[in-house]
Nanobody
Framework: QVQLVESGGGLVQPGGSLRLSCAASGSIFIIYAMGWYRQAPGKQRELVAA???????NYANSVKDRFTISRDNTKNTVYLQMNSLKPADTAVYYCTADKESYNTWRNVRDYWGQGTQVTVSS
């Protein structure tokens, strides 16, 4: 099993920045890809960004020019740098992990964190 713990959320003004962290523990060797989802009240959950073991990245169109996903394999940690934040970015952000490339291709997420709240408001 893999455990994922998010941190770094909080309240920020429009135009500000936050960096989210996701620390993975347990059977780290089985992870092929990790990513970030978000869910705002009354809206569907959506993929924000993802990164594979080989370094390939994928972003939602709404964040592609503002967010950057990265990883530090020595620390078993994935980051989401969020710049130029907008009120529409307000949501609970969840870290995810996929066990193998086939699951990633099928959009099957094997592990989820508990989430961290991001609120963008003046």
């Amino acid at each position: 099993q893999v455990q994922l713990v998010e941190s770094g959320g909080g309240l920020v003004q429009p135009g500000g920045s936050l960096r989210l962290s996701c620390a993975a523990s347990g059977s780290i060797f089985i992870i092929y890809a990790m990513g970030w989802y978000r869910q705002a009240p009354g809206k569907q959950r959506e993929l924000v960004a993802a990164i594979t073991r080989g370094g390939s990245t994928n972003y939602a169109n709404s964040v592609k020019d503002r967010f950057t996903i990265s990883r530090d394999n020595t620390k078993n940690t994935v980051y989401l740098q969020m710049n130029s934040l907008k009120p529409a970015d307000t949501a609970v952000y969840y870290c995810t992990a996929d066990k193998e490339s086939y699951n990633t291709w099928r959009n099957v997420r094997d592990y989820w964190g508990q989430g961290t709240q991001v609120t963008v408001s003046s």
